[in-house]
């Protein structure tokens, strides 16, 4: 049994003294007769009890609405498991350039982002135990999902990004990296990293990269960068060198950082890239899982209220008082 809320619990010592006090207050209820004779056949007559019963009814429903508060609940199980400690966030690019279909599948072309997600989504499920965030950025940075162990909602947020949520004319690999940083900073971690995943260089934003980078050493953040795109095909499609990774960069961003940096040419170089980060990144620590919760606030909320509901209908009833 847990609470949810337990200092809520601290009123229930309010209710003895509220007890008190209700029944020390004003003098007793009385008749005023001209002459004793008239209830001299009344003498028999025992004091009624309804108004204690009625007053016990009342407290019974106040003390159970103020548990109810308390959100108590049954953990119905638990496990322990072996766990990374790792948190991860995703910086996904999404700016126009990643639309270039200079991926090869099954002998068709398809884009850097559909690859992308593709790969990451596969990642994603190979890591249950960690607590993963993504932010996407193209012009600006913002964060798509912050970090979770839910990763059911993760992927329904990575599915819901596209090209163009974000204006995609530019790319801002510093505003991307230090919004990643500030998912981090806080967290308790045995190992924190970042995965950049972009394929030009930064011509937009705020912050310079490599200051992130630095920024992200101090925090002790690993930042893995993946440079994506195909030269031959970006050649044979006639596009401009800018549709290219800025290798330098991201090489120097994962050297501040003491990172990786990868240079994914095709969708195999891409798998293999995660299945690389998924080797060096190992680290275990023991945590419990809790789930499966019963609920019992709606069951002292209904009973709280059906107590209150029979104390006004009794009272009004067979229970009735004199005013």
């Known amino acids: 049994m847990q609470f949810a809320h337990p200092y809520f619990l601290w009123l229930l010592l309010l209710l003895p003294p509220a007890i008190w006090l209700k029944g ?3 003098s007793s209820p009385a008749f005023l007769y001209s002459s004793l004779k008239l209830i001299e056949g009344l003498s028999s007559i025992r004091r009624s009890r309804a108004g204690r019963f009625l007053a016990a009814l009342r407290w019974l429903a106040l003390a159970l609405l103020i548990v109810a508060l308390a959100r108590p609940h049954w953990m119905k199980s638990r496990t322990v498991v072996k766990a990374s400690g790792i948190d991860i966030a995703v910086a996904f690019d999404l700016s126009g350039s990643m639309n270039t279909p200079d991926y ?4 068709g072309q398809i884009s850097r982002f559909n690859v992308a997600k593709t790969v990451l989504e596969k990642f994603i499920a190979g890591r249950p135990d960690d607590r ?3 932010v996407a950025f193209a012009k600006r940075a913002f964060i798509a999902t912050p970090l979770t162990l839910d990763h059911n909602f993760l992927l329904e947020d990575l599915n819901r990004l596209s090209i163009g949520v974000i204006d995609p004319d530019s790319t801002a690999i510093g505003d991307g990296l230090v919004t990643a940083l500030n998912r981090l900073r806080d967290l308790k971690a045995k190992s ?5 995943m972009t394929d030009g260089g930064n011509n937009a934003g ?3 990269p490599v200051a992130a980078a630095q920024a992200a050493a101090a925090l002790g953040v690993k930042i893995y960068t993946i440079g994506l795109g195909n030269r031959q095909l970006v050649e ?3 596009l401009p060198a800018d549709y290219l990774p800025d290798t330098d960069l991201l090489q120097n961003i994962a050297r501040v950082t003491d990172g990786k940096f990868y240079r994914a040419r095709n969708t195999g170089e ?3 890239i995660y299945g690389d980060i ?3 990144e190992k680290s275990t620590e023991t945590i419990s899982k809790f789930t499966q919760y019963k609920e019992f606030f709606p069951w002292l909320v209904s009973t709280g209220l059906a107590l209150l509901l029979a104390e006004a209908g009794l009272a009004q009833t067979i229970l009735r008082r004199l005013p």
Do not use: F, Q
């Open 278 to 280: 998924n080797k060096l």
């Open 236 to 238: 044979e499609m006639g």
């Open 104 to 107: 090869v599948i099954n002998n």
């Open 24 to 26: 020390r207050r004003g």
């Open 132 to 134: 993963i965030g993504l």
């Open 206 to 208: 705020r912050t310079d």
């Open 270 to 272: 891409l798998k293999a």
């Open 192 to 196: 924190k990293i970042i995965i950049l």
